[in-house]
């Protein structure tokens, strides 16, 4: 049915935009962001102080277990006990920089108050996330000069005793790799308490048969389909995806083993006003400590499709 002539509707009142002159528009005072921010592996290790740009911490180990038997009445014979080891990391300062114009913090804006305030607290996230990568992905450590930065070495780089390289990126993590893998640590001493994986292999953790079993829970109408608790004869560790790791690696993770060593805590820093613009700084400067990487394992260069 066609309208009354005369009548006022919105395509008479709409400009070349399609939206009317007068019309308020229809913008929802909310912003929406799905970009992850949770870092597994930094939020799970503990914190300690760092003093100098070379990080450094000592290691020892036990003398091998043997049967020990003396004979009655003899002489005490010495041996020479072990050294203990040095190991360094050096601190990586990470930053983050935000400047925002005068007027654009005094317009109205929809979802936010000041623009400084909302672009500091994301740039927040995004440093953490930053510093979850490097703590899992540098494979070593960089010395640095005055044009180079300075790079902490992190897990990706650490373990080395307990580590199965399936060398073409092409063969699917088993349950045996897993298991050999967990063998090996224990025959270190060691206990980890997390296996840490990527997207691809946390899929394919679920989807291995051995001795687990699948439960359809029929009161509340759920198949379960994934595994997150891995039950070996050696280790019971939980299974946690973590974005930000190599996709292809899977580590056994004793998170008692790390911690993050801070020589400059997060700061957010005024930078000096040089125009008609709010400038910010966050900083950070901080490495990884291994205190000991045999109590740790790694399944490097699996398939990752």
């Given amino acids: 049915m066609a309208m009354f002539t005369g009548t006022t509707h919105v395509y008479a009142m709409a400009g070349s935009t399609g939206v009317g002159n007068a019309h308020r528009e229809d913008l929802t005072d909310l912003i929406t962001n799905i970009s992850p921010t949770e870092t597994p592996f930094t939020s799970a290790i503990g914190k300690v102080p760092a003093t100098a740009v070379l990080h450094e911490w000592l290691t020892d180990e036990l ?21 203990t080891t040095r190991l360094t990391n050096y ?7 935000v400047i925002t114009s005068g007027t654009e913090d005094a317009v109205k804006k929809a979802g936010m108050g000041k623009q400084l305030a909302y672009q500091v607290a994301k740039r927040t996230k995004e440093i953490a996330r930053d510093m979850e990568v490097g ?5 070593s450590l960089v010395t640095g000069d005055a044009t180079t930065a300075r790079q902490a070495k992190g ?3 650490f373990i080395s005793t307990n580590q199965t390289d399936l060398g073409t990126g092409t063969v699917t993590v088993t349950n045996s790799h897993i298991n050999s893998m967990l063998q090996d640590i224990w025959t270190e001493g060691g206990n980890p308490k997390v296996l840490s994986v990527g997207a691809f292999n946390k899929r394919t953790i679920s989807a ?3 001795s687990s079993t699948k439960n359809l829970d029929a009161k509340d109408h759920k198949l379960i389909q994934s595994i997150d ?3 070996s004869d ?38 000096a006003k040089t125009g008609d613009a709010d400038k910010r700084a966050l900083i950070v400067e901080c490495t990884l400590e291994c205190r000991q990487e045999k109590g740790n394992g790694s399944i490097i260069d699996s398939a990752t499709s």
């Avoid at 601190?91 to 920089?97: G, L, P």
């Avoid at 580590?251 to 060593?261: G, P, R, T, V």
Wanted: charged letters at 15%.
């Fill in 234 to 271: 050696f280790s019971i560790l939980k299974v946690i995806p973590n974005r930000h790791q190599l996709a292809d690696d899977v580590y056994a993770l004793d998170m008692d083993l790390w911690k993050m060593a801070v020589l400059r805590p997060l700061k957010l820093v005024p930078l």
């Fill in 135 to 139: 703590f899992l992905q540098n494979t």
């Fill in 63 to 83: 003398a091998a277990a043997a049967n020990n038997a003396h004979i009655e009445g003899n002489e005490i014979t010495f041996s020479t006990a072990s050294s």
């Fill in 91 to 97: 601190c990586q300062i990470s930053v983050k920089s």
């Fill in 155 to 157: 897990v990706a780089g």
């Fill in 208 to 210: 291995m048969t051995g």
């Fill in 229 to 231: 608790i891995f039950e």
